[in-house]
């Protein structure tokens, strides 16, 4: 139905990495029931590039996409977000610099229903106690079509209206980096390609960072490159991903290891 090419435009080679892990590791539970959902991850996310992140279910995409994120915290190895190394903050240092410096995106919205899109919009804004720039609401507000729908709260709007107003959230306040876990998840296919082409536009004209987690290839292939996780490990990425190529890279991490080919 739709098309997804010319969307990419050919840029320099990125210099400044946004986000790092250093041989990242987690682990959930104890003893025999231990899961080691991280395993030694390595990977640098690069500035002012969409990046996806695809890997089998289990892979340890949340609990990368967490860790690179401050939401949680490793058992060993090192977060470097714009240099800041996330092991060494605090709880409240962690919180003050997802609000300050980082966005989301969650596959369920999470927008606060007594509020309108736009007090949903301003509100890590009015948490920080930060004024409003009308010009970047503006922008935001008119390039996300949702002027119309400003004034209505989250049960009035349609799903992917809702994911908008979600989308204006994480950038109302400049971040350094937006993380998007399965933004597209809930939606249609024709909100979902909205969605996305608005978060290709945030990349190529604001120069915005973007992380997103995804199952799904047609969606991934708007990122600039795919980076796959297996088994808690990185294992490999893909540059200028086409849907194609990430389907045949995602059936050969599926697929039993049976010929060491990688
Ligand atoms: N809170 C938790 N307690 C125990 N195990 C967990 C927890 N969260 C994740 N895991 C386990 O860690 C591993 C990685 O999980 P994670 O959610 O990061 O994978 P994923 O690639 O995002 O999966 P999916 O695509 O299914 O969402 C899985 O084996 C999962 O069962």
Do not use: W
């Given at each position: 139905?739709?098309?997804?090419?010319?969307?990419?435009?050919?840029?320099?080679?990125?210099?400044?990495?946004?986000?790092?892990?250093?041989?990242?590791v987690r682990t959930y539970g104890r003893g025999a029931a231990a899961v080691r959902a991280l395993d030694g991850a390595t990977v640098s996310i690069p500035a002012g590039r969409f990046t996806a992140i695809m890997g089998p279910s289990?892979?340890?995409?949340?609990?990368?996409?967490h860790a690179l994120a401050g939401l949680d915290t490793v058992d060993g190895g090192q977060i470097l977000l714009g240099g800041t190394d996330l092991g060494q903050l605090g709880e409240r240092q962690r919180t003050l610099l997802r609000?300050?410096?980082?966005?989301?995106?969650?596959?369920?919205?999470?927008?606060?229903?007594?509020?309108?899109?736009?007090?949903?919009?301003?509100?890590?804004?009015?948490?920080?106690?930060?004024?409003?720039?009308?010009?970047?609401?503006?922008?935001?507000?008119?390039?996300?079509?949702?002027?119309?729908?400003?004034?209505?709260?989250?049960?009035?709007?349609?799903?992917?209206?809702?994911?908008?107003?979600?989308?204006?959230?994480?950038?109302?306040?400049?971040?350094?980096?937006?993380?998007?876990?399965?933004?597209?998840?809930?939606?249609?296919?024709?909100?979902?390609?909205?969605?996305?082409?608005?978060?290709?536009?945030?990349?190529?004209?604001?120069?915005?960072?973007?992380?997103?987690?995804?199952?799904?290839?047609?969606?991934?292939?708007?990122?600039?490159?795919?980076?796959?996780?297996?088994?808690?490990?990185?294992?490999?990425?893909?540059?200028?991903?086409?849907?194609?190529?990430?389907?045949?890279?995602?059936?050969?991490?599926?697929?039993?290891?049976?010929?060491?080919?990688?």
């Open positions: 139905m739709t098309t997804s090419t010319a969307r990419k435009p050919t840029r320099p080679a990125p210099t400044t990495v946004a986000v790092q892990a250093r041989d990242v289990g892979s340890g995409k949340s609990t990368l996409m609000r300050d410096r980082v966005g989301f995106v969650f596959q369920s919205f999470n927008l606060v229903p007594t509020l309108t899109a736009r007090e949903n919009i301003l509100l890590p804004l009015t948490l920080a106690g930060r004024r409003p720039d009308p010009e970047r609401l503006a922008h935001l507000v008119t390039t996300l079509g949702l002027t119309d729908r400003i004034r209505h709260r989250p049960g009035e709007l349609s799903g992917g209206q809702q994911q908008r107003v979600a989308v204006a959230r994480a950038l109302i306040t400049r971040p350094e980096i937006v993380f998007a876990d399965e933004p597209t998840g809930n939606l249609d296919s024709q909100a979902a390609e909205a969605l996305l082409d608005f978060l290709r536009q945030a990349v190529d004209d604001l120069g915005q960072t973007i992380v997103m987690v995804t199952h799904d290839p047609h969606a991934a292939a708007y990122a600039d490159r795919v980076v796959f996780l297996a088994d808690g490990r990185i294992d490999g990425e893909l540059d200028a991903p086409t849907a194609p190529a990430i389907l045949s890279r995602m059936a050969r991490l599926s697929a039993p290891a049976t010929t060491g080919a990688n």
